[in-house]
């Protein structure tokens, strides 16, 4: 496993953390506090590893971020991501906000509408949806799925000719812009998997026309995750509104531009993405089409909203060289840093160690894997056995993530709103590691 990339700038100091995170705050008496809620309390009663996830931040996030639409004068509907926080919880909180949903699978749609978000709200992305899960997304009448390949528009035609209805689609279009981010969230190249190529487009929705079962509304895009600058935005909005005027001159109709998601945070040092530049671009590519608008933003919501709360299992002394600090907290927890060298800030909880002098540690969990790392060379206070820490903007892509991978049950996971707090899951149990195993009877000597 490669180092991360080397940054050029120090690292953030923790008092620099705590001003970028406007819902942090550290109190010289409680420690750090999440939206006013004290994480030594939850920790003390539900202990560590635990997700905390800020209640009131993420309605104050997806409320900024319709407002900056309504503010362009864009009619704009939103879509919230379900892969970047798939909790109940989470997905009945943004539906009071009037969110709808954006899924990639059929799990993800029995999710969102136990979450009681409405089939009409609800759109069906992903390379490869299955017949099950088209069959039962288009029989519940979902309001638009968005087609990945010719392959799968023929598909789409043919179960919803067989179930007497007609399926409601865009097409996924792959404008072949770089987003400039991560190899691996990366999905606007021609080279991705995602999407049809730019130059079929059109040919294709002319057929879509034509197919029975198939109702062809527009197009879609989405480019990629953790897009901090709004010029690959515009680019790909600039093909996509191209795109609408030829398939227009052709005599088709186009009503929906789906406008996808991507928008980035900020992590560590760099500018976070600006909801207000993103409408902005909207509406410079898109404003005089005369068409329906959606986003589907995960990360920018959800992520900044959520933290993973851990205690220092050990702190292991190298001589000279930086300790490893040993949390509970592991890989199999929060992937990101290990999968895509993400960088996520780390807090203690004590008010008085987060005052101390710094110096370099490496932050690891206790997994058998050189890749369970969440840090290297990370400047922290020092900090012994016991200590707490807050690894931060976990949001999204974190619980999601997990996994049981050493036998390690998942984390806890509780919501801070209003002042108050409350466990939307409990620690997983150890029997519930291997409920729904089976031992073949000749092997089932002891157990
Ligand atoms: C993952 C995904 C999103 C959300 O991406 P974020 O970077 O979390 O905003 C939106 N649309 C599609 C199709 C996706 O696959």
Known sequence: MADATPFLDPDPSVAELLASHPSLKMDPLCGLMLDGVALNAIADAVGTPCWVMGGDTLRTRVRRMQQAMRDAGLNVSLHYAVKANDHLAVLSLLREEGAGADIVSGGELARALKAGIAPAHIVFSGVGKTDAELERAIGLGIGQINVESAEELDIISSIASRLGT???????????????????????????????????????????????????????????????????????????????????????????????????????????????ALAGAMKAELGGLDVRLAIEPGRWLAAPAGLLLSSVILNKARGNEAPFLVLDAAMNDLLRPSMYDAWHGIVPLSPHVATLPAGPAHVVGPVCESGDTFARDRHLPPMQRGARVAILDTGAYGAVMSSTYNSRPLAAEVLVEDGTWHVIRPRQSLEALWQGETVPAHLAGTA
């Open 166 to 276: 007609r399926a409601t689609i865009t097409l996924r279009v792959n404008p072949d812009v770089d987003a400039g981010t991560h190899a691996k969230i990366t999905t606007g190249l021609a080279a991705n998997k995602f999407g049809i190529p730019y130059d079929h487009a059109a040919a294709l929705y002319a057929r879509a026309a034509s197919l029975p079962g198939i109702r062809a509304v527009g197009f879609a895009t989405h480019i990629g995750s953790q897009i901090l600058s709004v010029a690959p935005y515009r680019a790909a909005y600039a093909r996509i509104a191209d795109l609408v005027r030829t398939v227009r001159a052709a005599g088709q109709t186009v009503e929906v531009v789906d406008c996808g998601g991507g928008l980035g945070i900020s992590y560590r040092t760099e500018p976070e993405g600006q909801p207000e």
